[in-house]
C-alpha cells in the first residue's frame, strides 16, 4: 500500500518513529520493570496498564515503518496546471463563495484546513480535471456544484 506524503509530513512521522523507537520504549520498559518488582503480575494494575502501553507503542512504530517504507513524496505536478493530481492546489467556486484545497494522500487530510484526500469522494471527483470544469458530488441532502477556477 503506498502512502501519499508531503516531504515535511514524512520527516514528521520518521521523528515520531526514532522517539518511539528509543525514548518510549525505554520509558516503558522501565515501567515494566517497576510493575514487576511489586510483586504478583495477574492482581498487578501498573503492570497490565505498562504492557497495554507498550503494546499501543509496538503497534505504532510497525505502522510507521510500513508508512515510511511505503511513503510516496507528493510533489507540485510537473505538466504544470493543466489537470489536478496529488499536491495541486486548487481554487474552486461553490455557491457564491470561493474555496481552497489543496489535494494530498489520506494520511496528511485535514479538511477544516482545506487539506483533502485523494480517496475522499470530493478529492477522488477533483482529479484529472481542469480548469473550468464543473465538478458534481452527491451529498445526504443531495448534489453539490464546484465550477474549477484556478489550479497552482
Known amino acids: 500500500m503506498e502512502y501519499y506524503l508531503t516531504a515535511e509530513r514524512l520527516d514528521e512521522l520518521k521523528k515520531e518513529l526514532e522517539e518511539l523507537k528509543t525514548t518510549a520504549r525505554i520509558e516503558v520498559a522501565k515501567r515494566l520493570k517497576r510493575a514487576k518488582e511489586l510483586g504478583d503480575l495477574s492482581e498487578n494494575s501498573e503492570y497490565v496498564e505498562a504492557r497495554e502501553e507498550q503494546n499501543q507503542i509496538e503497534r505504532r ?62 478529492g477522488k471527483a477533483f482529479l484529472g480535471k481542469k480548469e473550468g470544469d464543473v465538478v458534481k458530488i452527491k451529498v445526504p441532502i443531495g448534489e453539490v456544484t464546484y465550477k474549477i477556477i484556478k489550479i497552482d
Not at 67 to 82: D, F, S, T
Open 61 to 122: 512504530i510497525f505502522e510507521l515503518e510500513q508508512m515510511v517504507k511505503n511513503a510516496v513524496i507528493i510533489k507540485k505536478p510537473e505538466n504544470g496546471r493543466e489537470t489536478i493530481q496529488i499536491g495541486s492546489t486548487i481554487e474552486v467556486h461553490k455557491d457564491g463563495t470561493v474555496k481552497k484545497f489543496t489535494i494530498v494522500g489520506s494520511n496528511e487530510a485535514r479538511p477544516e484546513a482545506g487539506l483533502i484526500s485523494n480517496e475522499s469522494p470530493l
